[in-house]
């Protein structure tokens, strides 16, 4: 069988295919610089540009408590969480893909950490234990979310009475004036939906943030935060 290949010159022919493998390895550089806030060795950068005391102290968060951390990736935040919640608390990590539950396990293993449990979640069913959470954290993931009323609904039931949600998100410039589903496709999020959805699902809305900073310290990505009570 022949190989298909453009109908052009050889000189062109080469020139073609290197500014297509060019292409592609700009893609995969791209996908990785876009993801390293996630690795373990970019977290030491994220605690320069994410408040995380802020962020807990906001939800009240405090020794003892039981947390979840849905979209828990590598464990960033879950690993903040244990060290906040202490020895008597529970962290529960929260992710759809079991790799990263594996890799969270490993860094907390290094850390000494014994107070995380993993969950592997659905798309449409985080899997928490019912009524016991104290605060649930939803970081830069809600807008992944597409059954967000059925997600809700689901953490609502595993929140004690009074049990706090805790959502940050990082509104894009461009987006800012954007629907719903053009804001998602663009990875990005506006307060003004979630909060109505929050409303929606039986939440009330205790802390409103507009601003916490620059997500990755780029100027056009805004972080907001709420804090939703049960």
Known sequence: MKTLRPLVGPSLYLIFMRTRIKYLLLLLLASGISQAQYKEPDWDYRDQWMDVDRI????????????????????????????????????????????????????????????????????????????????????DTYHEIGSYMTVLEHIRRSLKPKGRLIILEKLKEHARNKSRDEQVRSHTLSRKYVKQELRKAGFGIVTEIKDMGKWEEEEDKTMWLLVAEK
């Open 56 to 139: 807990f102290r906001m939800g009240g968060i405090t020794p003892g408590d039981t947390v979840a951390d849905i979209g828990c990736h590598e464990g960033y935040l879950s690993m903040h969480l244990a060290q906040t919640v202490g020895k008597l608390g529970q962290v529960y990590s929260v992710d759809v893909r079991e790799d990263r539950l594996k890799k969270l396990l490993e860094h907390a293993r290094i850390r000494k950490l014994t107070n995380i449990q993993t969950i592997l979640g659905d798309y449409d069913n985080p899997h928490l234990p019912q009524g016991q959470l104290d605060v649930v954290l939803i970081v």
